[in-house]
């Protein structure tokens, strides 16, 4: 499942071909994914210069020049592919149309998208630019953890009085967005903190150090995806999974990377997902 680096991946891939470009052409091959598309949503898209492609959480929204934002969610398996790029950093061919694209954009300057998703978790959906922040999907993020408003007086007050494990806290949507499973257990790792310490038992201190780990995590990892980009472009056009090695994320009984600890990585379940964790080095 993608999370924020490889949604942010996929945005940066996605930004050359299509910001300031006109989509000449929307193909929308089934009535919904996860949820029903919008009504009319090939006819709102026809014509429209996408303006601005941004991401929130996990989201990717395109502004367009009709007062309209287009959100974009991969879900569990969703993939973009671009082929016919003017900029020739992608495979100029287009490919045969294959049995789980659901949706197609032809972009006025020749670059193809294809939204891929054999799973249909993803969701595509059409709002008011000027609103946006209060769509369903939106509405009840809290802060981006890049942004400035992840800030260290921010974290240390959501977890202030809270019982729940670090790991659930660090989760919720509410306290910071886009945070997934792989990003926090790696987070912790570097920050020595044990999973399922309470997070209102942990010293503001603590907490407060959590805030650039977290940045620092996300950032390493768009990086790696920014380095994969031209790989992905070289091979199928496809963009956003990448390889990337985690300290802790899928290493149960491999050695800690830590100098000096001999500890193995261990593995608990919290709220039916894996926590991967060092025993020694997370109090
Ligand atoms: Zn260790």
């Given amino acids: 499942?993608?999370?924020?680096?490889?949604?942010?991946?996929?945005?940066?891939?996605?930004?050359?071909?299509?910001?300031?470009?006109?989509?000449?052409?929307?193909?929308?091959?089934?009535?919904?994914?996860?949820?029903?598309?919008?009504?009319?949503?090939?006819g709102r898209l026809t014509g429209r210069r996408v303006q601005a492609l941004r991401r929130r959480s996990k989201y990717i929204l395109a502004d367009l020049d009709s007062g309209e934002t287009l959100l974009v969610h991969l879900g569990m398996s969703g993939r973009m592919l671009v082929s016919g790029d003017p900029l020739g950093v992608f495979v100029h061919d287009h490919p045969a149309p294959e049995k789980h694209d659901h949706v197609v954009l032809d972009m006025e300057n020749g670059a193809r998208i294809t939204f891929n998703d054999p799973r249909r978790f993803g969701a595509m959906d059409l709002m008011e630019t000027a609103t946006a922040d209060s769509h369903k999907l939106l509405a009840a993020l809290g802060p981006e953890p890049l942004g400035n408003d992840f800030s260290e007086p921010h974290l240390v007050a959501a977890f202030r009085g809270r019982n729940t494990p670090v790991k659930a806290a660090l989760l919720d949507q509410h306290i910071v967005a886009g945070l997934g499973n792989i990003y926090v257990c790696e987070a912790l790792y570097r920050a020595r903190i044990y999973p399922q310490r309470k997070a209102g038992r942990i010293s503001a201190r603590r907490v407060a150090a959590l805030v650039p780990?977290?940045?620092?995590?996300?950032?390493?990892?768009?990086?790696?995806?920014?380095?994969?980009?031209?790989?992905?472009?070289?091979?199928?056009?496809?963009?956003?999974?990448?390889?990337?090695?985690?300290?802790?994320?899928?290493?149960?009984?491999?050695?800690?990377?830590?100098?000096?600890?001999?500890?193995?990585?261990?593995?608990?379940?919290?709220?039916?997902?894996?926590?991967?964790?060092?025993?020694?080095?997370?109090?």
């Fill in 1 to 42: 499942m993608p999370e924020l680096p490889e949604v942010e991946t996929v945005r940066r891939g996605l930004a050359p071909v299509m910001e300031g470009q006109v989509i000449a052409r929307a193909q929308v091959n089934r009535p919904d994914l996860r949820w029903p598309f919008p009504p009319g949503m090939a």
């Fill in 213 to 283: 780990v977290i940045r620092q995590v996300l950032t390493d990892a768009i990086a790696a995806g920014g380095s994969s980009l031209r790989d992905f472009r070289q091979a199928d056009g496809e963009l956003g999974y990448f390889q990337h090695s985690f300290d802790v994320y899928g290493r149960e009984g491999q050695p800690c990377r830590t100098p000096g600890c001999e500890a193995k990585i261990a593995r608990i379940v919290q709220s039916g997902r894996s926590s991967f964790y060092c025993p020694i080095c997370q109090r």
